[in-house]
């Protein structure tokens, strides 16, 4: 990999997909810079609107949180014409994260926000703990992730990253990261929510710092495998604790995302003190 390439892997710390809101609901608790330089993936944008699963959508368990929200958004004009521009103006730097239910709608999405001023990257959502039930596109096989990672890459400018985020799957971690990676992805970001049920049954995700040691292992098993591959961590990060030890295993950073629900400033703390380190320690050549 090039040296370009490993210098386009945001971090040290990111927002994780749609736990940020649409960004002004996290502006009052960011700090005197605002979203300014922030590294925020949106919530999963599809082409066509959807309103989300039916309630309850979130409930509190011990270490997290069981949800199933439907990735609900306005879809991809009404992003394009409200909320991206905002976030732009805001000064983050705005990694969209993608959802679609066919490999073409992947790629539509990736071909007509090459083209939207001020999309920093792309993330595309190919791990969702219930594919099939938020009528997605099914991953079954890396080889599947694979394959919509190349129908984006296609369609989106080579010099911006594109991060695959993939389920904290320890068996097939290392084969879902090298198939990405191999199809384009810039880096992959580990995990997603790990399948779960509500008490009444309904497929739903497991998130929070519950599943942290899961995805410690996985980003572990990645960078031991594929030391080359970029990792993100993304997991239950709360504090400098749990974001030290992603990084410690290996990950180049980490993506904050329950933690928001509970304490919308956890961002910017974290922001503060590994920020300096990151910005002042020299670019790993391979």
């Given at each position: 990999m090039s040296a370009a390439r490993l210098g386009s892997v945001p971090g040290p710390v990111m927002v994780a997909a749609g736990c940020g809101g649409t960004g002004r609901e996290l502006l009052p608790y960011a700090d005197q810079s605002g979203l300014d330089g922030l590294d925020l993936v949106t919530r999963s944008i599809t082409l066509d609107a959807r309103s989300g699963g039916p309630g309850p959508r979130v409930v509190e368990v011990p270490g997290g949180l069981v949800n199933a929200v439907g990735l609900p958004n306005p879809g991809l004009e009404h992003f394009l014409a409200t909320e991206l521009p905002w976030?732009?103006?805001?000064?983050?730097?705005?990694?969209?994260?993608?959802?679609?239910?066919?490999?073409?709608?992947?790629?539509?999405?990736?071909?007509?926000?090459?083209?939207?001023?001020?999309?920093?990257?792309?993330?595309?959502?190919?791990?969702?703990?219930?594919?099939?039930?938020?009528?997605l596109f099914e991953v079954r096989e890396p080889y599947h992730a694979a394959s919509v990672i190349a129908a984006v890459r296609r369609e989106f400018?080579?010099?911006?990253?594109?991060?695959a985020k993939l389920r904290p799957d320890v068996s097939r971690i290392v084969e879902g990261a090298r198939a990405c990676h191999e199809a384009g992805a810039t880096a992959v970001v580990v995990g997603n929510a790990v399948p779960a049920a509500f008490a009444d049954g309904r497929p739903a995700g497991l998130s929070g710092p519950a599943i942290s040691p899961i995805a410690l292992r996985c980003v572990a098993e990645v960078h031991r495998a594929l030391p080359d591959v970029p990792t993100i961590g993304c997991g239950g990060v709360h504090d400098l604790a749990s974001?030290?030890?992603?990084?410690?295993?290996?990950?180049?950073?980490?993506?904050?995302?329950t933690a928001l629900l509970n304490d919308p400033t956890t961002v910017a703390r974290l922001r503060a003190v590994l920020l300096p380190d990151h910005l002042t320690t020299p670019e790993e050549t391979p």
């Open positions: 976030l732009v103006r805001a000064g983050a730097r705005v990694f969209v994260s993608v959802a679609g239910a066919t490999m073409g709608e992947y790629a539509d999405l990736a071909r007509r926000l090459s083209r939207a001023p001020g999309v920093a990257g792309l993330e595309v959502n190919v791990g969702a703990p219930d594919e099939a039930g938020a009528g400018p080579t010099d911006r990253p594109v991060l974001a030290r030890a992603f990084l410690d295993a290996g990950a180049r950073g980490v993506q904050v995302g």
